[in-house]
């Protein structure tokens, strides 16, 4: 086969590209015009370099004009898909520093508002310069506040990513440790712990009889939760249904426990059960803190497997996601981090459901994103929200889980109403 020959048959499947240009092609003629000189120019000495015969130079050069102009639209539709992602990226960044600043400020309003009001300079002075400050100042911020508010970002964030988690791998925005019935199993276990636990267990567990009692009992509906899933190959609707099965069970059980409780063991009851942050300290915070410095970086390295998931199980396991092993993975990590959470605070529901929602709003479902949003927002929402149970009554506090039933209800509602159905 001649040059010629062999430039006629790389020139036919170009064709294609002319009948696009004449279709519509954005490019101005005059643009046009001038591109197709430079590139022809460029074939012409291409060819006097190489030695090709004049009378084949005009076929090659026409060819060149064709490639070059394909390469420049090519690569223009790159630069502006580029371009595109870079800015989206720089936004969802913008928000992400937003959440922070917003928890900042969260923190800072907490630790100030309470029966005795401290002002900012006072503040300052608390946490940097102790000593200048009156004892009664140092022990309020030290002791009272600042585990406290700590304990709120805290908790808050650890519902935030387990309900983020539960809502990726269940497909489904319903989804939250509230609404799979694992804050429910905590609360079973303290109502145990309250009125039968000290005749049990003989005093051993002492102050965290009740804590122990409610983690042990989260754990066991995640793992009961999780083998009537594995019963059904792990199928989303298997674990929401078993999660809603184990809800009801026990708060039946909580109910026959007040019941036949004395009314010192029902007040106590009822008071976990509300939620508060009024027992934190530095262990509880080193606990939780702790957790989630070990589960959250793990998360984040199957930031791209989850993201996956959200397309479907089917097409997740063509991109090579191992869809029953990640749900395994990720279902487990999150009891434990919820285990954590609830078992210090009581139960606090509507935050894994709100935080996330919000986070979904602004970022959408690409985890890398979503993840970290989620846990910012959770974290922000429980202190707001500890801010909002001191101002409610002067010179007390309500519980916080009373105020986050305030603010959940209107959102679940808000999803349930919402334009997009929720499959459940």
């Known amino acids: 086969m001649t040059l010629r020959q062999q430039c006629i048959c790389i020139e036919s499947p170009s064709r294609s590209f002319r009948r696009t240009i004449r279709q519509g092609e954005s490019v101005k003629r005059e643009c046009f015009r001038l591109e197709r000189k430079d590139f022809k120019h460029e074939g012409a000495k291409e060819c006097q370099?190489?030695?090709?015969?004049?009378?084949?130079?005009?076929?090659?050069?026409?060819?060149?004009?064709?490639?070059?102009?394909?390469?420049?639209?090519?690569?223009?539709?790159?630069?502006?898909?580029?371009?595109?992602?870079?800015?989206?990226?720089?936004?969802?960044l913008v928000k992400l520093t937003a959440g922070l600043g917003l928890c900042a400020v969260s923190l800072i309003t907490d630790i100030m508002i309470g029966p005795s009001?401290?002002?900012?300079?006072?503040?300052?002075?608390?946490?940097?310069?102790?000593?200048?400050?009156?004892?009664?100042?140092?022990?309020?911020?030290?002791?009272?506040?600042?585990?406290?508010?700590?304990m709120a970002i805290g908790v808050g964030a650890a519902l935030g990513l387990a309900g983020a988690s539960m809502q990726t791998i269940l497909n489904n925005p319903l989804a939250s440790p509230y609404t799979l019935g694992v804050s429910t199993g905590a609360g079973f276990g303290a109502a145990l712990a309250i009125v039968f636990g000290a005749s049990l267990t003989g005093g051993v567990f002492g102050a965290y009889l009740v804590p122990a009692f409610a983690?042990?009992?989260?754990?066991?509906?995640?793992?009961?939760?999780?083998?009537?899933?594995?019963?059904?190959?792990?199928?989303?609707?298997?674990?929401?249904?078993?999660?809603?099965?184990?809800?009801?069970?026990?708060q039946s059980l909580q109910s026959f426990l007040q019941y036949i409780s004395t009314p010192e063991a029902l007040q106590s009851i009822v008071f976990w059960l509300f939620g508060s942050l009024s027992k934190s300290n530095w262990f509880t915070v080193a606990m939780i803190y702790a957790a989630l410095a070990l589960i959250m970086p793990v998360?984040?390295?199957?930031?791209?497997?989850?993201?996956?998931?959200?397309?479907g199980d089917e097409k997740a396991r063509t991109l090579g996601v191992h869809v029953e092993h990640l749900r395994i993975k990720v279902f487990l990590l999150i009891s434990l981090l919820t285990s954590i959470a609830v078992c210090f605070v009581g139960v606090i529901g509507f935050i894994g459901m709100v935080?996330?929602?919000?986070?979904?709003?602004?970022?959408?479902?690409?985890?890398?994103?979503?993840?970290?949003?989620?846990?910012?927002?959770?974290?922000?929402?429980?202190?707001?929200?500890?801010?909002?149970?001191?101002?409610?009554?002067?010179?007390?506090?309500?519980p916080i889980g009373i105020?986050?039933?305030?603010?959940?209800?209107?959102?679940f509602f808000s999803l349930i109403l919402g334009k997009r159905r929720v499959s459940i």
């Not at 754990?219 to 929401?240: D, G, K, P």
């Open 49 to 92: 370099r190489i030695g090709v015969p004049s009378r084949e130079q005009d076929l090659l050069s026409d060819y060149s004009v064709r490639q070059g102009l394909w390469r420049k639209k090519m690569g223009d539709i790159h630069t502006g898909v580029l371009q595109d992602y870079k800015r989206l990226t720089k936004r969802r």
């Open 299 to 311: 998360m984040m390295l199957d930031a791209w497997k989850l993201t996956a998931l959200k397309l």
């Open 355 to 398: 935080g996330p929602h919000i986070a979904r709003i602004l970022v959408g479902e690409d985890q890398r994103f979503f993840i970290p949003l989620s846990v910012i927002f959770g974290a922000a929402i429980l202190s707001l929200a500890s801010v909002a149970s001191k101002l409610v009554s002067h010179g007390a506090m309500l």
């Open 117 to 150: 009001w401290l002002k900012p300079a006072e503040l300052f002075n608390a946490l940097f310069n102790p000593g200048s400050v009156s004892i009664t100042s140092s022990v309020i911020v030290w002791t009272l506040r600042l585990p406290q508010a700590l």
């Open 215 to 250: 983690f042990a009992f989260s754990i066991l509906t995640c793992m009961v939760i999780y083998f009537l899933a594995r019963s059904r190959n792990l199928s989303s609707e298997t674990m929401i249904l078993s999660g809603i099965g184990m809800s009801f069970l026990f």
């Open 403 to 411: 105020i986050m039933g305030f603010i959940g209800v209107p959102f």
